[in-house]
Nanobody, 119 residues
């Protein structure tokens, strides 16, 4: 299973930017599609961005055009650049392999990184 260490969260004003990083171990990183997920209290965890091993990306409609996912296969690290942030982006952010939602409760997650966007 993926072992992930997320970092880079914090408090930012609406319209601002943050860059999240996730150091990954426990898998053959370069061949796995990786994703950034976010969760707010009482809500389900949602996949907001994903990237294949070869660099193809996909985004949730809510972040399309504002967030950019990237990866460095030499460093086993995945990034999430968040620009023009909105209060509704406030959440705990996690990275993991791209997973079916039915498996979210059965896999290991990192500690996440908290993002707060003030209006």
């Amino acid at each position: 299973q993926v072992r992930a260490v997320e970092s880079g969260g914090g408090l930012v004003q609406a319209g601002g930017s943050l860059r999240l990083s996730c150091a990954v171990s426990g898998i053959v990183f370069r061949v796995n599609a990786m994703g950034w997920y976010r969760q707010t209290p009482g809500k389900q965890r949602d996949l907001v961005a994903s990237i294949t091993g070869s660099g193809s990306t996909n985004y949730a409609d809510s972040v399309k055009g504002r967030f950019t996912i990237s990866r460095d296969n030499a460093k086993n690290t995945v990034y999430l650049q968040m620009d023009n942030m909105k209060p509704e982006d406030t959440a705990d952010y996690y990275c993991n392999a791209v997973l079916p939602p039915s498996s979210y409760g059965r896999v290991k997650w990192g500690q996440g990184t908290q993002v707060t966007v003030s209006s």
